[in-house]
């Protein structure tokens, strides 16, 4: 999904959001912009992984990987390990190689003899970036240009480029959505609105992360897992939506927005299937809605869609 | 003997709508604002940009040319294409001293550039109801298929192709005019340069693709642009 704040902010009456609640984060990153503009932000993700991921780059202040762990922990392995000891021996070829499975093995263990937490989010963030660049290259059969090493050294760069100190504090929580709190207060609830049909509601690099934290020798548990902490926060066309479940996340927001993307349907039939039935779930709250549509890209039908419910919009 | 003709009837009838709504695709694109207009006015940006050759008009070439290759149907060519000419028009807004600014730049000014592709989405939404792809090409032709790009981070597939074609030959172009800071790269560097980055900066399909392409046609970095 394609998750745009600053449409977000465009969309709203100016002056009126100071604080921003996600019950349930689709990614880190795109979140930074609300921390660079100076929001107040309550992030929550379910996941072990995506929460780690929330505090490496977003609830951080600005601290950065160490050049002293740097060194210790930034190694070349020089003689393979035996891979009956490696616990993700079953990845061999689907997807890592022999080589990056080494590397995932040492990198794990390694994280736990790093003692800061956050050094060790930092660390193991990168990890997960590694991992994303390797299953992106291998679907794409193209040739992986970088060594570990160069990669790691190469993400703690980027790293320098993203964590920055925000103006206003970010809270990133990792709890069930059954025990969030109800009574959150900030101006504006956002919730990205995932929509599961061919695909998975999480990606292969989300999964295989939340293995590879968890020391699951086979991805299926992940899986599982990650459906179940994120059930009923999703849209299936199969299904009936769990609008209701949202609702009582919205704490006491003044104005609550909803966005997702969706492909190879027309707009037309997001408006009667999600949004219509959003606005009437949502009303006791909020009674005026707005919905918005852009175009991402016609030739696939892939449209964006955003509604903003308030008092005044 | 029927049935035969009524299946024919239905067929020769969905070929005849296919080619109805074809033409009429085909109708609106051509009914486009003048393209000799844009790309003048994209030399004009270019200039702002401190680049000395047509840059933006080389990257709608390169875009066209490689659209066509991963299967863009015609209307998203013309989208494309006119999302090249325009795809710095948000900088129009910036001052040129940051824009033309060799030395690093500050945090705060790096925010600034950043709205760029906002203010360009922006502007063409307004401009182009029409097209209404072309200002999110605009927008997300600076993100990175990492999710490290700006303004949203969007990562992978999340970035649509022809924003993700953008960025490669957005880069090509660059990198093979010269800079004040550098010169030009050789189109060997570029592929190298490009292999580097190929599934950190770039699509490693859309990479691949432009390097196939240029294996074949070794003599020039690309051919004259299909009219």
């Known amino acids: 999904m394609r998750f745009q704040p ?11 959001i100071d604080s921003v609640f996600i019950p349930i984060a689709s990614r880190a990153q795109p979140l930074l912009w609300f921390k660079r503009h100076g929001f107040k932000i309550f992030v929550n993700d379910p996941t072990e992984g995506g929460a780690l991921l929330l505090r490496a780059f977003l609830q951080n202040q600005g601290e950065l990987f160490s050049e002293e762990n740097e060194k210790k922990f930034n190694r070349t392995i020089k003689k393979p390990f035996d891979i009956a000891m490696n616990p993700f021996k079953s990845w061999e070829n689907r997807p890592f190689s ?18 800061q937490p956050m050094q060790r989010d930092l660390f193991w963030a990168a ?4 991992m994303n660049y390797w299953i992106s290259v291998i679907k794409c059969d193209a040739p992986v240009k970088f060594t570990p090493y160069e990669l790691m050294k190469h993400l703690f760069t980027k790293q320098k480029e ?4 925000g103006k206003e504090s970010v809270f990133a929580l990792n709890m069930p959505m059954d025990e969030l709190g109800e009574e959150v207060e900030a101006s504006l609830c956002l919730i990205p609105l995932t929509i599961c049909d061919k695909r ?35 849209f299936s066309w199969d299904s009936a939506p769990h609008f209701e479940n949202m609702l009582k996340k919205v704490g006491k927001s003044k104005y609550c927005g909803i966005t997702w993307s969706g492909d190879d349907l027309p707009p037309r039939i997001h408006e009667e299937n999600i949004a219509k039935p959003l606005i009437e779930t949502f009303s006791p709250n ?12 016609r030739q696939k039908d892939d449209y964006d869609f955003l509604l903003i419910m308030g008092d005044n919009v | 003997m029927l049935l035969f003709f009524n299946i024919l009837l239905i067929c020769a009838l969905t070929i005849l709508v296919y080619k109805y709504i074809s033409l009429r695709e085909l109708f609106i694109a051509r009914n486009l604002p003048d393209c000799a207009c844009l790309e003048a006015v994209s030399k004009l940006i270019d200039t702002t940009e401190g680049y000395k050759s047509p840059h933006a008009a080389e990257m709608a070439k390169h875009a066209q040319i490689l659209g066509n290759s991963l299967g863009l149907d015609e209307r998203t060519l013309v989208s494309l294409r006119i999302a090249a000419f325009m795809h710095d028009c948000g900088q129009f807004n910036l001052s040129r001293e940051i824009i033309r600014k060799y030395e690093p730049l500050t945090p705060e000014e790096w925010d600034l550039i950043k709205t760029h592709p906002i203010i360009g989405d922006m502007l063409l939404r307004q ?21 490290s790009g700006y303004p ?14 953008l960025a490669v030959v957005d880069a090509v172009s660059a990198m093979s005019q010269d800079r004040p800071y550098r010169a030009a790269f050789s189109t060997e560097q570029i592929e190298v340069e490009l292999e580097r980055l190929s599934g950190l900066h770039f699509d490693p399909i859309v990479v691949k693709s432009w390097i196939c392409y240029r294996r074949s046609n070794p003599t020039q970095l690309f051919p004259p642009a299909i009219s």
Do not use: C
């Not at chain 2, 401009?127 to 999710?147: A, T």
């Open chain 1, 127 to 130: 990890v997960y970036m590694i």
């Open chain 2, 152 to 165: 949203d981070r969007l990562r992978g597939e999340e970035i649509p192709l022809p924003a993700r074609i």
């Open chain 1, 98 to 115: 022999r080589e990056q499975l080494d590397y995932l093995f040492y990198w794990r263990e390694a994280g736990f003899e790093i003692h």
């Open chain 2, 127 to 147: 401009s182009l109801p029409l097209y209404e792809d072309i200002p999110g090409f605009v927008r997300w032709h600076h993100e990175k298929w990492d999710g």
């Open chain 1, 162 to 165: 993203a964590i920055f100190e």
């Open chain 1, 286 to 297: 909020f009674p005026k809605a707005k919905f918005m549509i852009k175009t991402a890209f």
């Open chain 1, 6 to 16: 600053s449409w977000v902010m465009e969309s709203l009456p100016s002056g009126k």
């Open chain 1, 200 to 234: 998975a509601i999480e990606d292969e690099s989300e999964i295989y992360f939340h293995a590879w934290l968890k020391g699951y020798p086979e991805i299926s548990s992940a899986k599982r897992e990650i459906e179940f902490v994120k059930k009923n926060w999703f």
